[in-house]
């Protein structure tokens, strides 16, 4: 082990030079081993088989069988990973290390059936439910929407009933499309009717475009979930924003969804739906930060299709977004401490 610009760096398993803080293995030392060199992890953070004790795991869900639009959303997991590359230890907006405050890694992806989609449900919904015998908490990526489903299972079976905070252009508690009852614009309703989520404490952020029928917001409104929708967060700004999601869910454990298409398809083209309207990235980021004194119990980030993408203009937000979770969900006692010394 040796000390670098105060940091310490060890070879581990892998042979590659990691910055360590506390005993917590962090990324590969972009000061040693080039930024696009070495393999693509998250934020390039160890693999879970190089740590002992795990407090967040991010994994991949590589599935976009629920799609009703355009598909390839399976492919993300690994472009959000390659566009992670250029993060760095120190997140100043949040005036957070979240690499050195827990431990977090790159638990690889939970492979499914992509033929089934119940068959696929079941096997997300295990492999979230092992991992988290390991890790306290998951920051997920997907694939596409329909995986908030088995994931909200896993979680409330830890947690019982949790406040769901959706970002997403739409709002994805329709019934059934085709006749199919597991799509990606059903999970809410799935999750609402199973008893997941606590119907008081629900909220869509982002929210617009044309629905079916006035009836939809309706049904919204009945499953559990308040709207904040897009055309109010100009008057609202972030802070707004903010406010009305803790009012809204309280010191209750809360689930974060976000799909990349709450974004402006100008800075998220990336995406099966894209709908004209959406938040900025600098928005998203700054209202995502909130998040850090909220009960946060897990998140995911879904539907990015790199085959729509250009420059990793959709992967390199998502990789961000992915990031401000990751911040909001170190421990807050340890930003404190630090703040005391």
């Given at each position: 082990m040796t000390t670098e610009g105060g940091r310490q760096v060890q070879d581990n398993s892998s042979g590659l030079p990691r910055i360590t803080t506390g005993g917590r293995i962090g990324q590969v030392d972009a000061t040693v081993v080039p930024r696009f060199a070495g393999p693509a992890t998250f934020a390039r953070l160890p693999r879970i088989d190089e740590v002992s004790d795990v407090d967040?795991?991010?994994?991949?869900?590589?599935?976009?069988?629920?799609v009703s639009y355009r598909p390839g959303?399976?492919?993300?997991?690994?472009?959000?990973?390659?566009?992670?590359?250029?993060?760095?230890?120190?997140?100043?907006?949040?005036?957070?290390?979240?690499?050195?405050?827990?431990?977090?890694?790159?638990?690889?992806?939970?492979?499914?059936?992509?033929?089934?989609?119940?068959?696929?449900?079941?096997?997300?919904?295990?492999?979230?439910?092992?991992l988290l015998e390991r890790a306290d908490r998951l920051v997920t990526i997907g694939g596409d929407h329909t995986i908030a489903l088995p994931l909200l299972r896993a979680v409330a079976a830890k947690h019982?009933?949790?406040?769901?905070?959706?970002?997403?252009?739409?709002?994805?508690?329709?019934?059934?499309?085709?006749?199919?009852?597991?799509?990606?614009?059903t999970p809410f309703r799935r999750a609402s009717e199973e008893g997941l989520v606590d119907r008081s404490a629900c909220l869509h952020v982002g929210t617009r475009g044309p629905l079916y029928a006035r009836q939809d917001l309706v049904d919204d409104r009945d499953l559990g979930f308040a709207i904040v929708p897009s055309v109010e967060i100009d008057d609202l700004g972030a802070r707004g924003v903010?406010?009305?999601?803790?009012?809204?869910?309280?010191?209750?454990?809360?689930?974060?969804?976000?799909?990349?298409?709450?974004?402006?398809?100008?800075?998220?083209?990336?995406?099966?739906t894209p709908e004209a309207g959406g938040m900025t990235s600098r928005e998203l980021l700054a209202v995502l930060r909130?998040?850090?004194?909220?009960?946060?119990?897990?998140?995911?980030?879904?539907?990015?299709?790199?085959?729509?993408?250009?420059?990793?203009?959709?992967?390199?937000?998502?990789?961000?977004?992915?990031?401000?979770?990751?911040?909001?969900?170190?421990?807050?006692?340890?930003?404190?401490?630090?703040?005391?010394?």
């Open positions: 967040v795991a991010v994994v991949g869900v590589p599935f976009d069988s629920g959303a399976r492919f993300g997991p690994a472009h959000v990973r390659e566009s992670s590359r250029l993060l760095r230890p120190y997140n100043p907006a949040a005036d957070v290390e979240p690499f050195a405050s827990q431990q977090v890694v790159d638990a690889g992806d939970i492979a499914v059936n992509p033929f089934h989609l119940e068959d696929a449900i079941q096997q997300i919904e295990a492999g979230a439910r092992a019982g009933p949790v406040a769901v905070v959706h970002f997403d252009a739409h709002l994805d508690t329709w019934d059934t499309y085709f006749g199919a009852e597991y799509t990606h614009g903010i406010e009305r999601i803790t009012a809204r869910v309280g010191e209750r454990p809360v689930y974060l969804s976000v799909d990349i298409d709450v974004l402006d398809p100008a800075f998220a083209p990336g995406t099966g909130g998040f850090a004194h909220l009960n946060l119990v897990g998140c995911d980030l879904v539907e990015v299709a790199p085959v729509y993408d250009h420059a990793e203009i959709t992967g390199i937000a998502a990789s961000h977004v992915a990031y401000e979770m990751l911040s909001a969900l170190s421990p807050r006692e340890t930003r404190d401490q630090e703040v005391q010394a």
